[in-house]
């Protein structure tokens, strides 16, 4: 379990085909970050959940097999690309963001980006049948950031667009400050809200 606040960004140092799967290196930007990382544990990679497999100095590894890679953007990852890391989150800690599982629904493009004064607007599109998903000012998680939808952009049978407002520290700390227009994202909707649409669907 996670909270979408992202502690760093690593940058991939390794990455081998092991069958349907592959096994990446990935290096902090963070000095000590992985002091009290242990192999089993779970540790957040753009949003996708993923377990420590070995731990060296300054580095960890990690394998993402065939059912991760078909459904995140990790398998579009190259040697020197940055992935947003976070910790999992413990029991007495702050929730800053919001419930995120690190249970990736669905990818999503970067459609534009906007530079403005003091902060960015990222635009994200991604397909229509998630659109009961999100809501007005309500929380999603992207690439593991919890961000706020800030406007529902268009709805249609072919995609759903959305805005949101990228403050400077989030520019800063994630992977954002790397993205293009046409990159894919991981995309996780409110826990809350999947379990309130299950729940509406079989009444």
């Known amino acids: 379990m996670f909270t979408g606040i992202v502690q760093t960004t690593g940058k991939i140092t390794g990455r081998k085909l092991k069958g349907d799967s592959i096994k990446f290196t990935v290096t902090p930007e963070a000095g000590g970050y992985l002091r009290d990382i242990r192999p089993g544990e779970s540790i957040s990679v753009n949003g996708a959940c993923m377990t420590v497999e070995s ?117 800063k700390i994630t992977n954002f400050r790397y993205m293009k227009e046409k990159d894919p994202v991981n995309i996780e909707f409110d826990m809350l809200g999947k379990y309130v649409k299950r729940i509406m669907l079989n009444k």
């Open 55 to 171: 731990r060296q100095p300054g580095k960890f590894e990690f394998t993402t097999v065939n059912e991760s890679l078909s459904k995140t953007n990790l398998g579009a990852l190259k040697l020197n690309d940055f992935v947003n890391l976070e910790k999992a989150m413990k029991l007495d800690s702050k929730l800053d963001g919001h419930i995120v599982q690190g249970h990736v629904d669905t990818t999503g493009t970067v459609k534009k980006i906007i530079r403005l004064k003091d902060s960015h607007e990222f635009y994200f599109e991604f397909s229509p049948r998630f659109r009961d998903n999100i809501i007005y000012v309500g929380s999603i998680s992207i690439n593991g950031v919890s961000l706020t939808v800030a406007q529902i952009v268009k709805e249609s049978k072919k995609s759903i667009l959305i805005k949101t407002a990228i403050i400077p520290h989030t520019i």
